[in-house]
């Protein structure tokens, strides 16, 4: 349940939110991606919306209905969804990055459909954008809250994530627990901020989203 409080904070607010997986293109019948269904991302725009705010979904290639009163953004590859989020958070108040983001692209596209001549494929990948690093880094960054999907030592990863890349706010989450996270209906968080953490336990996406708008409501008030 929304408090007044929250609706209060956020009422009006640009909120722009990155979700879903992103597609890095190898030939032109495949692609490299990550497990994500969007889930988390568009629960939380729901509840963004609901607490009155002006949301802007960027979104990779997800099979889920677009929340009513999102704006969207649809978008491809790490490249794209990094060009998309830079111009839509000029004017943003607060970014939250559930978003899978390919951490490698393949170094070439090869023009035709490779075949499969050899017993062995090899492939370089070089980096992509950090879209969240990015933003946060802005001389005039929004309230940014990143996402941590972590197998192990989940708390210090994602520690380590709030401080490196200068976030407001951080929202672990531990991908070795069976049935929650990726493509499941629920999911627990971490949420970790300068000077405070809370733990949310296993619920429903919209569950937590709500619980998450509300912690970030909260802090983005503070600072
Ligand atoms: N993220 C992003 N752009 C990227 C990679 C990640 O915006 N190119 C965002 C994700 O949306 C998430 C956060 O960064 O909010 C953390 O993603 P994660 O994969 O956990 O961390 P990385 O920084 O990519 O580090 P690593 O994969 O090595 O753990
Ligand atoms: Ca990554």
Redesign the pocket.
Known sequence: QLTTSTAQVLQGKKVVI?AGPTREELDPVRYISNHSSGKMGYAIAQAAVAAGAQVELVSGPVTLPVPAGCAIHRTVS?QQMHAQVMHSVKDADIFI???????YRPKQVAAQKIKKNNDELTLTFVK??????DVANLPDAPFTV?????SENVEA?ARK?LAS?KLAMIAANDISQPGLGFNSDRNALHVIWNGGDKKLPTGSKMMLAEALISLIAEQYNKS
Do not use: S
Request: glycine residues 4%.
């Open positions: 990155t790490a990055a559930t978003a899978a983001v390919a951490d992509n954008p950090d879209i969240l690093n990143g996402f941590a999907a972590e990863y994530k890349k």
